[in-house]
């Protein structure tokens, strides 16, 4: 044995002395990283043991039911077609997971560290070698090369999404590679990072029947995942039950300890708003995020609340890192809205002040911003670096943006509505727009007459208000509430005239940009582009905050953008409140300090027995 020694020896040491020696192009010197900030350094070192947000000791078990409004006809995760079920992100771990407590970060999960060049033409993950399928199969990067192609083949949202992905594959042994058809882009490899990866092997395979499964068709069969939930029952349309996974792979994983701590998480669905309250009262759910100032005010009088069994919290975590927009959408590929004078006018018709007074409470505040609630917000007239940036697209933008700063009227008694709808009728009349008695017609002699479809009833008071005004004006305004999935099918197919919707944003707008406003997405369907704005000036916008070198460029670009959509009266822009109402029956506990971007329900409270006992214990 002694001479295979001494080789192993010299050939290991041979091989060390050839390494040294090589030219540098032979050797990986690529620089592998285990998170990502579009913000900065991250806060957590390699090798950390766990986020500070959680408790590591937390107790495991206990049952935690939610609520959902419509129902559900899908488990696969990836079709832009059908109701997937609520919860189906449980059972599916992505490359890269957040931390709660940062905003703009991930870490990685499905991979154990990323690496990309300096211009950010590419990325590569190295997939982590632990990551197993709830079957005991590894997670390989074939599954990410197939779960990525098929994602953008089947579900034109992602096609949009990762339009700068001019392929992916495996580079390396247990290496995925992003390429990108474009340098500069930051946010690329921390988007791509959010892939879900689906096992092909299953997909491929078949079902209990003998039957091959079909990625690109609907299916109720429970899906087999990577995460730290499996799927255990359902009522199709009615409920799903889903199962702690005790031999979840990422179980001590150090983005996962202290987390996913409720034993089974179910869902209950509702068809109408009031129907889910009334459950709630009666003890048929746990957690209920209320989205009525009138019914936070009058309606938690029930002997539940009274006797502590049922506790009120407001909490503002989930709106420190984010922005938004809510209001009434107009479908600008209906001609009635193309004509920007008509949904200037209309603006002067949605009366805050009064709704505040009788129905929010001075609860909420009146949203004057795409970007609203965040330093990206437009403010006043544009300086600096953001007044350079409009200069640079200076022909394709309304000339306004650089003169008037945008601010919604104000009215709140009769004499200032008076004078707003006064305004409102100076600018229709200007633009050509004539009465014909009590009917307001358009610059081609055609009646201004519309629907404003509604997701079910909370916003038909709101509606009804501006309507009223709107009618003043001489415009035929009709209102359709519908279900949640009427709702949704119908702004799929683009079938309404005006909606009532909005849209969430982040302190790193990057891609996004494109599918809420961009002129490709208008035309798509499935996008995020409800109204359908297609400006060129708007795109050129766009890519200005993509292709941002650094935080000050992201902010100047992002404001630029915010003021030439508001200039351009693409909604008319209502209220928000900066804060969570959140009803719960008290069964559970969280870590003293909850994490600062996020109330971390249910991942990382617990069912709390003692609690559970006084309150006691929920059904199933």
Do not use: C
């Not at 109701?83 to 890269?96: P, Q, S, V």
């Not at 070198?549 to 992201?554: A, G, Q, S, Y």
């Not at 351009?568 to 209220?575: D, K, L, N, Q, R």
Request: proline share 6%; no cysteine.
């Amino acid at each position: 044995m002694q001479p295979t020694r001494l080789f192993t020896k010299f050939s290991a040491l041979a091989m060390a002395v050839l390494l040294a020696v090589a030219p540098a192009s032979a050797r990986d010197t690529r620089v592998w990283h285990h998170g990502s900030s579009l913000l900065g350094e991250v806060k957590y070192p390699e090798g950390f043991k766990q986020f500070d947000y959680v408790n590591p000791d937390a107790p495991v078990g206990g049952l935690v039911r939610l609520s959902s409004m419509g129902g559900f006809d899908t488990f696969n995760p990836i079709l832009p077609q059908g109701e997937a079920g609520d919860g189906i992100g449980l059972l599916f771990d992505t490359l890269m997971t957040p931390s709660l407590d940062e905003t703009s970060t991930s870490y990685g999960q499905l991979a154990e560290a990323f690496t990309y060049p300096d211009d950010y033409s590419s990325v590569t993950f190295r997939m982590n070698p632990r990551a197993k399928w709830a079957d005991g199969k590894p997670i390989t990067a074939d599954d990410v090369v197939w779960s990525f192609n098929k994602s953008i083949e089947l579900n034109p949202n992602m096609a949009n999404y990762y339009a700068n992905v001019t392929k992916v594959e495996e580079t390396a042994p247990g290496e995925v590679t992003f390429s990108f058809d474009q340098t500069g882009n930051r946010e690329l490899p921390n988007i791509v990072g959010q892939v879900m990866v689906l096992p092909q092997h299953w997909w491929e395979g078949t079902d209990a029947s003998g039957n091959t499964r079909d990625i690109g068709r609907s299916t109720l069969e429970p899906p087999l995942g990577s995460g730290a939930y499996k799927l255990a029952s359902f009522n199709a349309g009615v409920s799903i039950t889903y199962e702690r996974d005790p031999n979840y792979w990422g179980l001590t994983e150090p983005f996962n300890v202290g987390t996913n701590n409720i034993q089974t998480i179910k869902y209950e669905y509702y068809r109408d708003d009031t129907a889910e309250f009334e459950a709630f009262k009666a003890d048929q759910f746990d957690w209920w995020d209320e989205n009525v100032a009138i019914r936070w005010q009058n309606n938690y009088d029930f002997p539940a609340v009274q006797d502590g069994r049922v506790i009120k919290e407001m909490f503002e975590n989930t709106y420190r890192d984010s922005g938004i927009l809510v209001g009434f959408i107009p479908n600008l590929r209906r001609p009635i809205f193309q004509n920007e004078a008509l949904r200037e006018a209309m603006l002067y018709a949605f009366d805050f002040e009064e709704l505040d007074k009788l129905r929010f409470f001075g609860q909420y505040d009146r949203v004057n911003s795409f970007f609203y609630g965040t330093e990206l917000a437009s403010t006043g007239l544009p300086e600096g670096e953001e007044l350079e940036i409009l200069n640079s697209v200076k022909d394709l933008v309304p000339e306004k943006v650089f003169t008037t700063a945008y601010e919604n009227p104000v009215s709140g008694d009769p004499t200032k509505l008076r004078a707003n709808l006064r305004t409102a009728n100076e600018i229709l009349t200007t633009a050509g727009y004539v009465l014909n008695g009590s009917q307001l017609m358009d610059p081609a002699g055609q009646p201004v007459t519309f629907e404003i479809l509604l997701n079910g009833p909370v916003i038909e008071p709101i509606a009804t208000a501006f309507t009223t005004n709107l009618k003043r004006l001489g415009m035929n305004v009709t209102i359709r509430t519908v279900d949640s999935a009427q709702y949704i099918e119908r702004v799929r197919n683009r079938d309404f005239d005006m909606m009532y919707s909005g849209w969430a944003q982040s302190l790193s707008p990057g891609n996004e940009q494109r599918f809420y406003w961009g002129s490709e997405a208008a035309a798509q369907n499935d996008s995020s582009n409800y109204a359908g704005i297609s400006d060129p000036g708007i795109d050129a916008l766009i890519d200005k905050i993509i292709f941002a070198d650094d935080r000050e460029t992201i902010i100047a670009a992002t404001r630029a953008l915010d003021r030439v959509l508001l200039a351009h009266h693409f909604v008319t822009p209502t209220y928000t409140l900066r804060r969570s109402r959140i009803a719960r029956w008290d069964r559970f506990s969280h870590p003293e300090t909850l994490p600062e971007f996020s109330i971390g329900f249910p991942t990382v409270w617990w069912y709390d027995e003692a609690k559970a006992a006084k309150t006691g214990a929920a059904g199933n």
